[in-house]
Every structure is written in structure tokens, then in C-alpha cells.
């Protein structure tokens, strides 16, 4: 890690008379430091405020070089250019350590008079009491957190951070380099909490540990061979301030770490869980804990964003499925009635043109074929023409946004088996107008179905919204209080709204099967997690309804894995439906731009205080 240049001045020599202009010298340092550093009593309420949720950020970000790296470009500019290089601790001490902190959180933030803070205070002020509040109340039901897990687990995705960390400065080479060192001992504090798990008759399901211990083994059988060193090799190359002899010892350096201490940890992790594989007690849902319904409320909570009872927003996913089957068969109907009656008039018509003796029935019957065929989001379209097209498009119901960059990239072969067909990868804070997509070309999407997925990872999606709420500076606490049903609730929002946007046929039944879709995952997320529906009801349910029985195995598998992740994508996005008609209903003047703006505006919040946020500025 690079280190901080000081010097030191000397007055003269020791006992040197002082002068006057030594004393103003002096004077004006005091003065300077009182300007910049006034003591607490001098500062308004409001600065106070800004003080407490700057420090509180500086202290949690820094906690984690690799969230410090993905979030912030220069950490000097934020007095965090001395922060230890750390991958963090994930033991139960450590987690014990964190619930420490959020009570003396909650106690700082709950001495400020509310009423003495602007709006944009109050809002982060409700932003964070509710997530400390949300997290104290389940700090007892610590063990039932998995930080392991074949897809969204530590082990899967650390990986894929840092394939993808950037070499921005020397000082990030040297910080890597020391992560990786690092990796054994974390993998450690993980292996300490699995066996807390284990204790507490926690542990992961037997099946899930097996596939978690067979990618360890897989990650960690490529030796010398490992895409991790080909892909730090490839970006080392790109570095252009290195001499050639700089390359190749960085390189030698990286290879000797990865294979001396990255994968041994795997093994190790591996080898840790093969001990403790057979003593979960649990294959099925959360439902089969003692307490595991309390923390499926917790998850809901914390991560859809909605604090309504699990039963309501059950009965709400029942109804927009209803609602989206209803609207597929009308569709369906439509188009067959249409087609029969186009087929008898065609056949009339071929056989009067007959009877007339000319030949025109078959130019006619090739006519009305191309008019069917119109003109779609072509496979041949590649994904910047497409972005540009959504961007072009989204207008008329979306605020503009402050002039922004952004690069296609293809996800590295060696990679294109974990990652979904599309990601955005966030930009940091402080450069937050250069953004990267990337496109997985292993997933083969095309068509309309890559142009959604555009939309929900660029314009309006990901992409669009973080920029433009980064574009706001907002208060540096807000960035790291992530609600993960505004965020993806609002990726998928976009998502189906660019199906309209579509000049295919086929488009609006996709939407409705993609809602429907999600809806259905969500629906068995809170019937394995909080009614106990076992994988042979699952399976019995799903293949009734036309799925295979290895879909239906694949899905409760996924479930089961990560509860309530489906949630934050479709009942994030029922709630931003039911926000829409909501104030479309109470406000005059009500447009979708106003609305779209005043969410974003808003920025990550859970849904009533969103409500709230867009109710007082459509209203305004």
C-alpha cells in the first residue's frame, strides 16, 4: 500500500528567538483548523448531523478494501487514503462486534432533533433508523444468515470481484496482491461461523454444502492453469505505466499467491465443510427452523424494502398472476380468432381471384404474411444500437439525464458460466459518469429478449438510475443503505415497461409470461420459506402446471438457497405498480414522468417512506 509522503519543517534552530511573524504563522494555522475542524458545540444541528453520517460512512466503508475499491476511485478525497487493506472478518465475534456498533449508531442518531434538520437530513435520518432498526430486531437470529452457497455465496462470487477489480494505480495492484494473501485467513472466519451454524443446529442443507464443497474443489483444480491469473495477466498488460521487467514480476508475484494461498483456501474451505456436511437437520425451507418464519420476515423486510405482513403481499402476487393469465389467454384468443378469420378471408379471396382467372391470390395471401411480420428488435441488432434506441425512447415518460459514458464489455470466457446474461457494473462514486455493461454472449440472448434485459441493466435500468440519483450528491450514508426491492423492484419495473417499446408481435405476451414467471418463483419462495411446502408439493404443483420435473427441481433447489431473492425483484416491482396507480389516482396533473422523476429523485428507500418521498413531491 502506497504510503503517505509527510515532512517535517524546522524553525530554525533550537533556541532561536521567536519573531512576531512566526507567532502570525502560528495564528493562522489555529485559525485555519478552527475553520475547518470547528468544535461540535459551534455547529448547527444540520452539520452536526452531516458530521455523524460521514463519519459513520467513512468507518463501515472502510472496514472493506474490496467495497472501498468498487465504491470510490480516489479514497484520499474522502480521508481514507490510509485505510487498512482488509477483506474483513465474517465470524460470529465479528458479527457480534458489528451489532455493537449499530446500537451505538442507533443511540447517536436518535440525539438529534429531527425537527431541526432539512428535508434531504430527515430523509436519510429515516433511511438509516429504519435499517438499524430492521437489523437490531433480528440480531438474536444471527446464525440463520449463509454467507456460503453455490450461486450468490462469498465463495461464488468473490471470484468475479476480482476478476473484474480495476488496476487504476499502482497502489491497486499492491492492495490485490495483499487481498489475495488475506483470502485464507477469511476463509477462516467463514469456516468458524459455518461451524457456529452447526453448533446451533444451523448448517446448510447437506445437498447445498455438496455443491458449495464441489465448486470449491472445481475452482481450486485448475492449478497454474487458473483464469484468474490469465485475466490478471491480461489487465497487467494494460497497465502503461509498468516497464516490461514491472509486468513480469507483478505477474510472477500473482501467480505464486494464487496457487500458494487463494486456492489452498479453497481446498481448505472445502475440506472444513466436508466435516460438517451431514449435520444439518434441515433439507427443506426456513419454515422447518425454530425460528425461521420470524427471519423470513426479517429477510422481506430488509431486503424487498415492504414491511407488510408476508399474507398481503402473498395475496398480491396471486392477483397480478391471475391478472397476467387473464390477459395471455385474451391475447391468445384474439390472435387465433384473427388468424382463423384472416385464413377464411384468404381462401375467399383466392378462390374469387380464381374464378375471375388471374393469379393474384398468392401475391395477395404473400402480402398479408408481411404485413404480420413486423418490423422487431432484430437478433442482428447489437446491444449499443439497442441501448441508444431505449435511450432515444424512454423521453417522453423519463426525466433527462446528466451526460453519461458507458462501455459494452463481454464477460471473459472463463467466466461466462457464472454470470447471468447481463450485468451492470456499478461506477464508483466519484466517477460515476463512466459505466460498464457487460453482455454474457454464453446465454445466447437476442431479439426482444436481449433488449429488455438492456433496459433493465442500462436505459432505464440500472444504469440510468444510479447515475442519475449519484447525480443528486447525495448524502454519502445514503449510498451505502441499499434497498434491494427499490433497486431490482425498479430494474424490473423498466423491464416490462420496455416491452412496450418493442415493435413485435410476440412482445406482449412476453411480458405477461415474464411477469407471470417471477411471479410464480415468488409465490413458492414464500410457500417453501413460510408455509413449508415441501419439494415433492413444489414438484407436484410445477409439473401440473406444464414444467418438467427437473425445472421443478432446479427452482426449489435455487429457492431454497436464497430466500426471499426472488421477492426483491417481483414484489419490488408490485410495489412500484401499486405506488404508480396509486398517485395517479390522488394527484392532479399526474404524469409518468412526474412520477418516474420523483422516484428517482428519492433515490433507495423502502416503500412507505417512497411513498411518502413521491407523494409530498407530486403534491408539492
Request: glycine content about 6%; hydrophobic content about 40%; overall charge negative.
Amino acid at each position: 500500500m502506497p504510503q503517505t509522503n509527510r515532512q517535517t519543517r524546522r524553525f530554525g534552530t533550537l533556541f532561536r528567538p521567536l519573531y512576531p511573524a512566526f507567532f502570525a504563522a502560528i495564528l493562522t494555522l489555529v485559525i485555519c483548523h478552527f475553520v475547518t475542524h470547528p468544535p461540535s458545540f459551534l455547529l448547527t444541528e444540520e452539520q452536526r448531523f452531516v458530521a455523524f453520517t460521514e463519519d459513520v460512512f467513512r468507518e463501515e466503508i472502510s472496514g472493506s478494501t474490496l467495497n472501498l475499491h468498487y465504491l470510490i476511485t480516489d479514497p484520499s478525497a474522502y480521508g481514507l487514503q490510509d485505510a487498512e487493506v482488509s477483506l474483513g472478518n465474517a465470524s460470529t465475534e465479528a458479527y457480534e462486534a458489528t451489532r455493537a456498533a449499530l446500537e451505538n449508531y442507533r443511540s447517536s442518531l436518535l440525539e438529534f432533533d429531527y425537527d431541526k434538520l432539512s428535508g434531504e437530513r430527515q430523509l436519510t435520518y429515516d433511511v438509516f433508523l429504519a435499517y438499524l432498526e430492521t437489523e437490531l430486531e433480528a440480531a438474536d437470529l444471527l446464525l440463520y444468515n449463509e454467507p456460503l452457497g453455490p450461486t450468490l455465496g462469498v465463495q461464488a462470487q468473490l471470484p468475479i470481484l476480482l476478476a473484474e477489480y480495476a488496476f487504476r494505480t499502482r497502489g491497486d495492484i499492491e492492495d490485490y496482491l495483499t487481498l489475495l494473501a488475506q483470502i485464507p485467513d477469511y476463509f477462516d472466519s467463514l469456516l468458524s461461523f459455518e461451524q457456529d451454524k452447526s453448533a446451533a443446529g444451523l448448517f446448510m442443507s447437506s445437498e447445498c454444502a455438496l455443491e458449495v464443497i464441489e465448486q470449491c474443489l472445481d475452482f481450486a483444480a485448475e492449478g497454474e492453469e487458473h483464469y484468474l491469473i490469465g485475466i490478471f495477466d491480461e489487465k497487467i498488460d494494460a497497465v502503461t505505466n509498468l516497464t516490461t521487467d514491472e509486468k513480469i514480476a507483478y505477474k510472477a508475484r500473482n501467480a505464486s499467491i494464487l496457487t500458494g494461498y487463494v486456492l489452498p483456501a479453497y481446498q481448505a474451505l472445502a475440506a472444513g465443510l466436508a466435516v460438517l456436511e451431514s449435520t444439518g437437520n434441515n433439507e427443506m425451507g426456513l419454515y422447518y427452523y425454530t425460528d425461521g418464519q420470524e427471519y423470513y420476515e426479517y429477510l422481506v423486510k430488509k431486503t424487498v424494502g415492504d414491511s407488510r405482513e408476508i399474507a398481503e403481499i402473498e395475496e398480491a402476487i396471486k392477483t397480478q398472476m391471475v391478472a397476467d393469465y387473464a390477459a395471455m389467454q385474451e391475447i391468445l384468443t384474439n390472435t387465433q380468432t384473427s388468424s382463423d378469420d384472416n385464413a377464411a378471408a384468404s381462401q375467399t379471396d383466392a378462390s374469387q381471384s380464381e374464378s375471375a382467372g388471374n393469379s393474384s391470390g398468392s401475391a395477395s395471401s404473400t402480402d398479408q404474411s408481411a404485413e404480420n411480420m413486423k418490423v422487431s428488435v432484430s437478433a442482428a441488432d447489437d446491444p449499443a444500437s439497442m441501448l441508444e434506441d431505449l435511450r432515444a425512447k424512454i423521453t417522453t415518460d423519463f426525466p433527462l439525464l446528466t451526460a453519461v459514458s458507458y462501455e459494452i464489455k463481454y464477460v471473459h470466457e472463463s467466466l461466462q458460466d457464472y454470470l447471468s446474461p447481463a450485468f451492470y457494473l456499478s461506477p464508483t462514486i466519484d466517477d460515476f459518469t463512466s459505466n460498464v455493461i457487460y453482455i454474457n454472449p454464453a446465454n445466447g440472448y437476442s431479439g426482444v429478449e436481449l433488449y429488455t434485459t438492456l433496459a433493465h441493466e442500462g436505459y432505464p435500468g440500472h444504469l440510468y438510475q444510479t447515475v442519475y440519483f449519484l447525480s443528486q450528491s447525495p448524502d454519502l450514508l445514503r449510498i451505502l443503505l441499499d434497498v434491494g426491492g427499490y433497486t431490482e423492484g425498479w430494474a424490473t419495473y423498466v423491464e416490462m415497461y420496455a416491452y412496450s417499446l418493442c415493435d413485435d408481435e410476440s412482445a406482449s405476451i412476453s411480458q405477461l409470461n415474464r411477469s407471470f414467471t417471477l411471479g410464480l418463483a415468488s409465490l413458492l419462495d414464500i410457500g417453501i420459506h413460510y408455509r413449508g411446502y415441501t419439494r415433492e408439493e413444489v414438484s407436484a404443483f410445477l409439473t401440473a402446471l406444464g414444467f418438467s420435473e427437473n425445472t421443478a427441481e432446479s427452482l426449489y433447489t435455487t429457492i431454497l438457497e436464497s430466500p426471499a431473492n426472488y421477492l426483491k425483484y417481483y414484489v419490488g416491482y408490485l410495489d412500484f405498480c401499486s405506488l404508480r396507480d396509486t398517485l395517479a389516482a390522488a394527484v392532479n396533473g399526474f404524469t409518468l414522468k412526474k412520477f418516474h422523476q420523483a422516484v428517482l429523485e428519492t433515490g433507495p428507500v423502502p416503500f412507505d417512506l417512497l411513498k411518502e418521498q413521491c407523494l409530498k413531491k407530486l403534491s408539492g
